[in-house]
């Protein structure tokens, strides 16, 4: 029987190969997981588009492959965002899609982090980054530049004493320079990402600068440049997501 509904991974993209190998790993565990939907992927920079293109590599935004898959006949697409938070990206290029054939399933973490699900989606994070009992771990996402993202303060208010929540973002908050106000003199440091891959925020942003300039603070630090995506238990929880929604929407039926 032909799949008659569909689902959009869709992710900010990134022409870095071993980036994109995890974001084909969630697209594999979801065809698993789901083998009478059609799955297919789209990115939502324009700029990573129009790079791989230059390659040979052609990828749709979402805009484009919803169009694409309505016109192939598909009765309702679902589209699950990578993205760990509702900022700009997820506003500008995801939700504004939404309409009664296209459900937008949220980001992982709600905006103020307050259900049994984003206390899970944290404890997954913090087993994906164990960090020692001497350890201060600072987690470090994106951030928006234009408008401020409450998801890391909120956050913060989950975390223990020796957790912090940064943003690279320099404009948002809690940045850099917010992040080294709570910091005791002269301890040891473990960074890591608050982002589904790696790429250039990573080793370059978290990896160089952050770790730079706390080690010319004074600190000890060390660095994981593996995003979330990597890890299994981790793309376990857009499995889960996305078998809720769905769930929920064949019970409406």
């Known amino acids: 029987m032909p799949a008659i509904d569909a689902i959009i991974l869709a992710t900010f993209g990134s022409a870095d ?7 084909d790993a969630l697209t594999f565990d979801i065809r698993q997981s789901f083998p009478t939907f059609e799955v297919r992927t789209a990115f939502t920079s324009n700029f990573m588009i129009r790079k791989l293109a230059r390659r040979n590599v052609f990828v749709s935004t979402v805009a484009e ?11 309702k697409v ?46 997954t994070v913090l087993d994906c980054y164990p960090h020692a009992a001497d350890e201060v771990l600072i987690l470090v996402g994106h951030g928006s530049p234009h408008r401020h993202n409450p998801v890391y303060e909120s956050l913060q208010r989950l975390a ?9 973002e320099p404009t948002d908050s809690p940045n850099f320079d917010d992040v080294v106000a709570k910091l005791p003199h002269a301890t040891k440091i473990f960074l890591a990402p608050l982002l589904f891959n790696g790429g250039v925020h990573v080793n370059e942003d978290i990896a160089v600068t952050w770790r730079n300039h706390l080690t010319a603070l004074g ?12 890890f299994e238990s981790f793309r376990n929880l857009y499995v889960d997501k996305l078998r809720e929604v769905i769930g929920h929407e064949r019970t409406q039926d």
């Open 17 to 23: 190969n071993d980036v994109r190998k995890i974001f």
């Open 65 to 75: 492959e919803i169009s694409n898959l309505q016109r192939d006949g598909f009765r």
């Open 78 to 123: 679902f589209v699950l965002p990578t993205h760990l938070t509702a900022g700009e990206e997820f506003d500008n290029k995801i939700k504004i899609c939404a309409s009664s054939d296209v459900e937008i399933i949220p980001p992982l973490f709600s905006d103020d982090c307050s259900t049994a699900f984003d206390r899970k989606v944290f404890a």
């Open 160 to 168: 223990d004493d020796d957790i912090l929540i940064g943003v690279i």
């Open 219 to 230: 600190h000890e630090v060390r660095v994981s440049t593996d995003g979330l995506g990597k």
